[in-house]
């Protein structure tokens, strides 16, 4: 089949590889002549593990093109799928549809005979309605349909997301895209991935109702965490216990500094706001994101009780600055809340993160960016895990005691055994353990 991805970002271009390697022609169209060149080059514009190798054996077979130009991509194709950016609108919260729309209208100039206009982009519940009525508006005469397929990719595991998904969310009104739908994801029945058909608006809010749940899943277990700080009791066992009840599930009891990310921040924000509007508010999720944004921000207090309260003067090294280890995406990273924090506090902060520097310069005036782990614990006063990183996992913590200027460690990830640590000499906190 032909297919046109208009976005070659994150989703577009890990969405795009992945129809190409299933077969499909793919023909990725974005509007930064820079990107598209990039690609067309054999660069990658962002980092996710595999995407490079998965490009460029797509792109030698012949199935996976870049343009900025849709014109002839679109009129070929069976799909085209809108895969821009839906950030938080300033003011309100609300997601930005205008790049949605835009995307919209310009498929309706271009698309030739019956064509399958997909949503993949993370949009609130009724957008499909209004690309419909944009499109119809446009070109009376079109056969078209527009569907929801909302994206469930993890960063850092996209591809496997994609190829090995837990299932395919496919929101249809007109019954003649249901085939088109099944047949780009036919590799998919071979691993038996169950593919769920539903109604459009009903597709949009499953999107949502995920990344809600799975936002305030990470939240309760924070405040548990907190909880087990007060009490001396352990948040790492605690979460075992409850996720070994296959009602509770293991996945996203992890405590730490809270969420962050391209989606759980703004889609939770969306939500609030979408069923504020409808008048049915979701006062769970408007508490999971009080709660968090709060806890990004008490972190640093607890880098500071690391050091009796002091931290005037005192140099932090940081490791990890992206929002979760194996990519280098920094949107609403906790980081960007606890080292503007510290500062505040009359910290100096030298940092290191194996791929998100590039943006963090952009992002985090005043910080001192080191080369590798160790030179972020140079000299330091306190060194602080912000991101889980492999590398981080294995430090030669008799090198980091002798090189930093006090052997104080603050793991935000609990990714350290507190016995073990402290018997190297350490004063160590973590988190909602004792």
């Known amino acids: 089949m032909h297919v046109t991805m208009i976005g070659a970002g994150y989703v577009g ?3 795009g590889a992945c129809f190409a390697d299933f077969g499909h022609t793919v023909t990725c169209i974005d509007k930064d002549a820079g990107k598209i060149e990039r690609l067309r080059a054999g660069g990658i514009p962002i980092f996710e593990p595999g995407l490079d190798m998965l490009v460029a054996s797509n792109v030698k077979a012949g199935r996976l093109f870049f343009d900025t130009d849709a014109a ?3 009129r070929k194709s069976d799909a085209v799928f809108i895969a821009v950016g839906t950030p938080s609108r300033r003011g309100d919260g609300h997601a930005d549809l205008s790049y949605v729309y835009a995307a919209a209208e310009e498929i309706a100039e271009l698309m030739d005979g019956f064509t399958v206009v997909v949503t993949k982009s993370t949009v609130p519940v009724g957008t499909g309605d209004e690309i419909e009525k944009i499109i119809r508006a446009k070109r009376p005469d079109a056969q078209f349909a527009v569907v929801s397929n909302p994206e469930f990719l993890r960063e850092g595991a996209a591809i496997e997301d994609f190829k090995r998904p837990d299932r395919v969310v496919v929101g249809v009104e007109d019954e003649r895209a249901r085939p088109v739908m099944t047949e780009l994801y036919r590799p998919l029945f071979l691993n038996e991935t169950p593919i769920l058909f539903t109604g459009r608006r009903t597709s949009e809010l499953i999107k949502y109702a995920a990344n809600a749940f799975l936002a305030m ?6 405040e548990m965490a907190d909880l087990c700080e007060a009490v001396g009791a352990d948040v790492q066992q605690v979460a075992r216990g409850i996720g070994l009840d296959k009602r509770i599930g293991g996945k996203f009891l992890h405590a730490g500094p809270g969420y962050g990310g391209s989606c759980f921040p703004k889609d939770t924000l969306a939500l609030v706001r979408t069923a504020s509007d409808a008048g049915s508010p979701v006062r769970l999720i408007e508490t999971t994101v009080e709660v968090n944004d709060d806890r990004k921000k008490a972190m640093a207090g607890k880098v500071s009780a690391a050091l009796d309260g002091d931290l005037a003067g005192k140099t932090v090294g940081v490791l990890g600055l992206t929002f979760k280890p194996n990519t280098d995406d920094m949107r609403d990273a906790p980081s960007l809340d606890i080292v503007p924090a510290l500062q505040a ?16 310069r952009q992002l985090l005036p005043d910080v001192d960016f080191k080369d590798d782990p160790y030179g972020a614990a140079q000299g330091a006063d306190v060194l602080v895990i912000i991101t889980e990183w492999d590398q981080f996992r294995a430090l030669d913590l008799h090198r980091v005691k002798e090189i930093m200027k006090a052997p104080i460690l603050v793991d935000l990830r609990n990714i350290y055994r507190p016995d073990e640590v402290r018997s ?9 353990r004792a």
Do not use: M
Not at 345 to 360: R, S, T, W
Not at 424 to 432: L, M
């Open 13 to 15: 271009l890990v969405s």
């Open 72 to 74: 002839e991509a679109v």
């Open 217 to 222: 899943k990470i939240t309760f277990i924070n």
């Open 345 to 360: 506090l009359g910290a100096k902060i030298q940092a290191f993160d194996p791929e998100g520097a590039h943006e963090a």
């Open 424 to 432: 190297r000499g350490f004063k160590y906190a973590s988190i909602g």
